[in-house]
Nanobody, 123 residues
Framework: QVQLVESGGGLVQAGGSLRLSCAAS????????MGWFRQAPGKEREVVAS???????YYADSVKGRFTISRDNAKNTVYLEMNSLKPEDTAVYYC?????????????????WGQGTQVTVSS
């Protein structure tokens, strides 16, 4: 069992930056593909970015060039650096862990979810 705890959400003006963190419990963190999803009100949950156990990354087109995902296996933590934020980035952001070797995480492949952290970008 893996527990995921997100932090770092908040309110920021358009053009600003935030860094989300996700701390994972368990001794097998390094073997998981880790990812970030987001869900805005009235919309489906969508993948934002993911990073495989070998460090390969995937980004949704909407965040390419603005967001960066990284992981620190020694700290059992995955990060999402978000720059040039836009109002349309407003959503609850969820950390996710996948036991498979995928690079692109998906809702169907995810094994564990965090509780979510709110990100609000004002215009």
């Amino acid at each position: 069992q893996v527990q995921l705890v997100e932090s770092g959400g908040g309110l920021v003006q358009a053009g600003g930056s935030l860094r989300l963190s996700c701390a994972a419990s368990g001794r097998t963190f390094s073997s998981y593909t880790m990812g970030w999803f987001r869900q805005a009100p009235g919309k489906e949950r969508e993948v934002v970015a993911s990073i495989s156990r070998s460090g390969n990354t995937y980004y949704a087109d909407s965040v390419k060039g603005r967001f960066t995902i990284s992981r620190d296996n020694a700290k059992n933590t995955v990060y999402l650096e978000m720059n040039s934020l836009k109002p349309e980035d407003t959503a609850v952001y969820y950390c996710a862990a996948d036991r498979s070797a995928v690079v692109r995480i998906s809702t169907s492949s995810t094994d564990y979810w965090g509780q979510g952290t709110q990100v609000t970008v004002s215009s």
